[in-house]
């Protein structure tokens, strides 16, 4: 209960990015009227801040390694409160462009530090279910978000819009305030040389004295502490804040941490190119092109998103650690690529008819719910799960903020980019091209993602480093079946036989 207070607290900051996300989808279209924006400064004031965040994501990594986990978590609070003060006062295009650069930053530290956080205070058994928390609360925040645009959108175009972006102040203020009473990662503390008080916090997260023993006398191993040593403050080498883990990331990685790095990196790059933030950023624009008319159901209609979002990515915190990373990852991919398509489909018929299809609107509306849906249940937890958990803990930090940042910058590209897209290819032919790359996706977690349940964290390693991996299974599971075969064909031959087989006479055998 301990772990799933810290994991709950820390999490809690992924609310800003989904406030953020939701609450953008629909000022959007006040923002327009009101300061006369094009379409083209809209993409670019909706996805710059997914830009913004890279440079929030590499400086945690090395801020966090430097002044702790929890102290980066307060500092992402901090800077987001003033960007979203900045956006809430702006008076025109560029203060409020001033607004999201700064909230961006905010955004890139939340998002890269609460996965390493929470994976790190979690013991193995519930790993799987408490990493997944920051996806829960990025869906929380961008329901949060829609109802704000619902709520807000009563009051004076000027006024409604500015209030829904500053409201975003409040979350991060209470957050910053919380998140001091949460105890230091052990991970961290051991790093410090503070066996003391990393062991205080492993008896607390634990499920028994004796895990939490074989927790701290792996971290010990890692950190390169011997395992005798048992002194409450005992010394470390410092090592350069950064310079030779990067170093061993990129110039001169080992089989195991290549693995790792593409693994974690694909599987945020596939996370954003199938256009979830395209979906989720502008559905009131895509359920008006599929027949919603009035700016109350399109607002509606993204709040039904936002619920179906958050309920859903509640299912799958519950089967992470039962059913596995992979099952899911790849039943929700394959679910993603049908409801893609088959919203490519509605939305073909509707943009080359002159009358309104019902049964067209009504299938478009249901395969974008069903899309969210199915992401929430496996590709939206299991990025920010997966790649929290497969660095080892010298790489830890910076291996995720890489993840974070090619999460966010694809995000960004492919936010700039939607409405310039569906207005070369339609929206029809966006939705499929989404579907195309979902294909890809599902290949490349297939062959080059292994299962990580129910590993602890120091254990990662031994599973990463063959890209041959599923090839070798697949050579495996073929012996073994020949040989079963084999002891099938031999055990059939028993008694006078002797494994020989008569004919008989008569149409006998």
Not at 23 to 49: N, R
Not at 196 to 222: N, P, Y
Not at 447 to 456: A, I, K, S, V
């Amino acid at each position: 209960m301990y772990a799933i207070a810290c994991a709950t607290m820390a999490s809690m900051t992924s609310v800003l990015l989904g406030y953020d996300i939701g609450v953008m989808s629909g000022a959007i279209i006040y923002i327009k009227k009101d300061l006369k924006i094009s379409d083209l400064q809209v993409e670019i004031l909706a996805g710059i801040l997914n830009l913004y965040c890279l440079i929030g994501s590499c400086a945690a990594g090395r801020t966090s390694d430097w002044i702790g986990r929890r102290y980066t978590i307060v500092v992402s609070q901090v800077i987001f409160f003033v960007g979203a003060i900045l956006m809430g006062f702006a008076t025109n295009y560029a203060f409020l462009m001033v607004g999201r650069f700064v909230a961006g930053i905010g955004v890139g530290f939340a998002l890269m530090i609460a996965p390493v956080y929470t994976a790190e205070v979690s013991p193995a058994s519930t790993r799987g279910f408490l990493t997944s928390f920051p996806e829960v609360f990025i869906n929380v925040g961008i329901l949060l978000g829609y109802v704000s645009n619902y709520g807000f959108s009563k009051l004076p175009t000027h006024l409604g819009w500015r209030l829904m972006l500053g409201a975003g102040a409040v979350p991060s203020v209470i957050l910053g305030i919380v998140v001091l009473g949460m105890p230091e990662s052990p991970r961290w503390l051991v790093m410090q040389g503070r066996l003391g008080d990393a062991k205080k916090v492993l008896d607390k997260t634990s499920d028994s004295q004796k895990e939490a023993d074989i927790r701290l006398a792996d971290i010990k191993e890692a950190a390169g502490i011997p395992e005798n040593c048992t002194d409450d403050i005992v010394p470390v080498i410092k090592q350069n804040h950064g310079e030779e883990v990067w170093k061993e990331l990129f110039l001169h990685p080992t089989p195991a941490v290549r693995h790792a790095l593409i693994a974690a990196v694909g599987i945020h790059f596939f996370q954003q190119i199938t256009g979830i933030d395209s979906v989720v950023l502008y559905s009131p624009r895509i359920f008006e092109k599929a027949g919603i008319k009035s700016t109350d159901g399109k607002l509606l209609a993204t709040v039904a998103v936002g619920f179906t979002k958050t309920i859903f990515i509640l299912v799958a915190t519950f089967f992470l650690d039962k059913i596995g990373r992979r099952p899911l990852l790849l039943s929700s991919v394959a679910g993603m690529i049908f409801s893609l398509a088959m919203l490519g489909t509605g939305m073909t018929i509707i943009e080359h008819s002159d009358t309104k299809i019902t049964w067209a609107v009504a299938l478009c509306i249901t395969m974008v719910l069903a899309f969210v849906a199915l992401f929430s249940i496996g590709m939206g937890p299991i990025t920010w799960v997966y790649s929290s958990e497969i660095f080892p803990l010298r790489l830890r930090a910076q291996g995720a903020s890489m993840g974070v940042a090619v999460n966010r910058v694809t995000s960004g590209v492919i936010s700039m980019t939607f409405l310039s897209l569906s207005h070369g290819i339609t929206f029809g032919g966006a939705f499929f091209l989404y579907a195309s790359i979902a294909t890809v996706s599902w290949f490349f977690f297939y062959f080059m993602l292994p299962e990580t349940q129910g590993r602890t964290l120091e254990d990662m390693e031994g599973l990463f480093g063959n890209f041959g991996w599923k090839f070798a299974e697949f050579k495996k599971k073929k012996q073994q079946q020949n040989h079963d075969l084999n002891k099938e064909v031999k055990g059939t031959g028993n008694g006078n036989d002797r494994g020989q087989i008569q004919l008989g006479t008569n149409g006998q055998i």
